[in-house]
């Protein structure tokens, strides 16, 4: 629920381009905010980059789920950054054909979307209940927006997600003759069939990042309350 497994050449060709016109959008303004950021900071960034593409590069489980480590990045350095890293991230795989070169801004958009609800899920939280009780919800939460952008970007494609890649957006095909009203059927019944497993996954990340918060808040806390605190956006 994470990443669109969607080659070029399916999508609508207005979809894939404002996908990708939001994305620039995004990133120009990103890139300004940050153009005085100090060095140290960018060098997390490149380092948790390659963090979430070993993660993402790892299925976990037979329908191929795997980690993302995107709301960890949203809760370490802030909504900004993390989006800069979900969307270098999602290039990288695009290379490597981990979904299409065209889907590489709606796959920064669902991806960032994670770890900017993540990242100001955090700070609201932080504070109440200790770092591992904040960072699990806050994954929870950031998972839970990249899934409903997710469900919405394939419902407004009218395609069919194929039951066998219950985390992916591995698509069957468009609506074809079924028309609209039939994929959106095919699309609820596969949302409730898949709900078990993307339980499962958002529990598994929020105990990841819920764990790497708490560790990071004994053996640097400073990371934490400069990156998820009082600096970013």
Same mark, same amino acid.
């Given at each position: 629920m994470t990443h669109l497994h969607i080659p070029d050449g399916v999508l609508p060709w207005w979809l894939w381009v404002g996908g990708a016109a939001v994305a620039a959008v995004l990133l120009a303004a990103v890139s300004r905010r940050h153009r005085h950021d100090r060095r140290d900071r960018l060098a997390l960034l490149g380092a948790f980059c390659?963090?979430?593409?070993? *993660?993402m590069s790892l299925p976990l489980g037979p329908l191929g789920y795997h980690l993302?480590?995107?709301?960890?990045?949203?809760?370490?350095?802030?909504?900004?950054l993390a989006f800069v890293g979900a969307f270098v991230a999602n290039v990288i795989l695009a290379l490597f054909g981990h979904g299409g070169v065209t889907v590489i801004g709606l796959?920064?958009?669902v991806t960032g979307a994670s770890a900017a609800v993540a990242g100001v899920a955090y700070r609201r939280l932080a504070g109440r209940g200790g770092p591992f009780r904040a960072a699990a919800l806050a994954t929870v939460a950031g998972l839970?927006? *990249?899934?409903?952008?997710w469900l919405?970007?394939?419902?407004?494609a009218g395609l069919t997600p194929n039951p066998g890649h219950a985390e992916h957006a591995h698509l069957a095909g468009a609506a074809g003759a079924g028309g609209a009203a039939a994929a959106r059927e $095919?699309?609820? $019944?596969?949302?409730?069939?898949?709900?078990?497993?993307?339980?499962?996954?958002i529990a598994a990340e929020a105990l990841v990042c819920g764990g790497v918060v708490s560790f990071l808040a004994k053996v640097s806390p400073g990371l934490l309350g400069e990156s998820a605190g009082r600096r970013e956006s």
């Open positions: 390659a963090l979430m593409l070993a *993660a993302s480590l995107a709301p960890l990045l949203g809760i370490l350095l802030g909504s900004g796959n920064a958009l839970a927006a *990249a899934l409903v952008l919405g970007v394939v419902a407004v $095919r699309l609820v $019944r596969f949302a409730v069939l898949s709900l078990p497993l993307w339980l499962l996954g």
